[in-house]
């Protein structure tokens, strides 16, 4: 499962500081979650994007084969 981060349109990780703290953890939160989660009749992961304009306005994106797929990448998020 790749989760991806965008803040104002840039790559997380590269501005460091406290930001970078907190998202780093927040990634990594998401991939355990979401961890082996694979569509059983695509056999394909979903791919996270997490973009926004500030920590406190985060979207989440979730891109998957599937509908089914999506829902329940979703409410392993949740
Ligand atoms: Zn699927």
């Known amino acids: 499962m790749k989760v991806k981060m965008r803040i104002n349109g840039q ?4 501005a460091g500081g406290l930001d970078h703290l907190v998202l780093d953890q927040l990634k990594r939160s998401m991939q355990e979650k979401v961890a082996g989660l694979t569509c059983p009749e695509h056999t394909m992961a979903a791919a996270i994007e997490v973009n926004g304009e500030s920590l406190s306005g985060l979207k989440v994106e979730i891109q998957a ?3 089914a797929m999506r829902k329940r990448v979703a409410k392993a998020l949740a």
């Open 11 to 14: 790559e997380a990780g590269v």
């Open 65 to 67: 084969c599937c509908d």
